[in-house]
Nanobody, 121 residues
Framework: QVQLVESGGGSVQAGGSLRLSCAAS?????MGWFRQVPGKEREFAAA???????YYVGSVKGRFAISRDNAKNTIYLQMNNLKPEDTAVYYC??????????????????WGQGTQVTVSS
């Protein structure tokens, strides 16, 4: 059982930056970030494979950057030029099935507790 601990959420004005971290208790083939607002389904934001290849949803591409430190089993999400619509609870996810499946909640086996990101206009 891989445990995930997130940190780095907070409040920022539009145009600002935040960096999220997620430390895993073990190695995972793929890790990612999802986000969720009340009343809506959890949606994919970014993912990174063990090899380092990355994938982003279109709305964050060019503004967010996901990276990983394999030695520390930790991933990061650098979020720049934040917009009010980025406001959500951000969840870290990890999985070891099928590195090619990255964007669905069901593609991952382990989840963090979530961290709130609030962007004000």
């Amino acid at each position: 059982q891989v445990q995930l601990v997130e940190s780095g959420g907070g409040s920022v004005q539009a145009g600002g930056s935040l960096r999220l971290s997620c430390a895993a208790s073990g190695r995972a083939l793929k890790m990612g970030w999802f986000r969720q607002v009340p009343g809506k389904e959890r949606e994919f934001a970014a993912a990174i494979r063990w090899t380092g290849t990355t994938y982003y949803v279109g709305s964050v591409k060019g503004r967010f950057a996901i990276s990983r430190d394999n030695a520390k089993n930790t991933i990061y999400l650098q979020m720049n030029n934040l917009k009010p619509e980025d406001t959500a609870v951000y969840y870290c996810a990890a999985g070891s099935r099928s590195e090619w499946m990255l964007t669905r909640v069901s593609d991952y086996d382990h989840w963090g507790q979530g961290t709130q990101v609030t962007v004000s206009s």
